[in-house]
């Protein structure tokens, strides 16, 4: 409810030091699992995290399992933690999707991005429907689009012009699909391609 005051006496009382924590993930999963995930899943993802943080807040928020992190100095690369953690979580029968949000400074910071994050997952997923891990900047991509599909005819012609070739190509569906997951799931990697399409690289480098 962004009031920082109330936030701080109890931040005092639960002895964590705001100041020091400057990243919120955002775990959705199944709704038919919640109640497990909090009986099973939540005190997983502590004692997993405990390991990488000087101090670890974490519970469901209208739905949604918010963590706040404070990492020690030595973590390794957040990335292969959150997968690490995901893949854990999965051998427990738990899918979930992950939103990464940092830096936030300031507490406004925090609840305009779990705003963001609510609004915007669903478009998130349209447009990068392999993906189980997204960050803030990713939300704030799907906001941009979104606005823009939402601001009518003449911005949206705009925006998909350079597109325009491509779509009037009668181009082969398989190759623009290919052209696709290279360019938004893959992350222009064709590695990454080839394993998202179970195709050899050289597969995916001739279609593209």
């Not at 497990?36 to 949604?64: M, N, Q, S």
């Amino acid at each position: 409810q962004d009031k920082p005051i109330k936030m701080r006496q109890l931040a005092d009382l639960f002895h964590i030091n705001v100041a020091d924590i400057h990243e919120m993930w955002i775990l959705d999963c199944e709704e038919q699992k919640r109640e497990r995930f909090r009986r099973e899943g939540l005190p997983f993802l502590r004692e997993y995290l405990d390991h990488y943080c000087h101090t670890v807040v974490a519970d469901f928020y209208e739905g949604y399992l918010v963590v706040f992190l404070d990492w020690i100095e030595q973590a390794p690369e957040r990335k292969s933690i959150s997968q690490e953690l995901q893949a854990q979580l999965e051998t427990m029968d738990f899918s979930t999707t992950l939103t990464c949000c940092h830096p936030l400074e300031r507490t406004a910071e925090v609840r305009q991005s779990f705003l963001i994050y609510v609004e915007m997952l669903p478009f998130a997923r349209k447009i990068w429907p392999l993906w189980n891990c997204y960050t803030l900047q990713d939300m704030k991509f799907a906001a941009d689009s979104h606005r823009k599909a939402e601001e009518g005819e003449t911005v949206l012609t705009q925006s998909l012009a350079p597109l325009r070739p491509l779509l009037d190509s009668q181009a082969d569906p398989l190759l623009l699909h290919t052209l696709e997951t290279y360019l938004l799931d893959a992350k222009s990697s064709t590695v990454g391609c080839s394993r998202l399409l179970f195709l050899h690289k050289n597969t995916v480098k001739y279609r593209l």
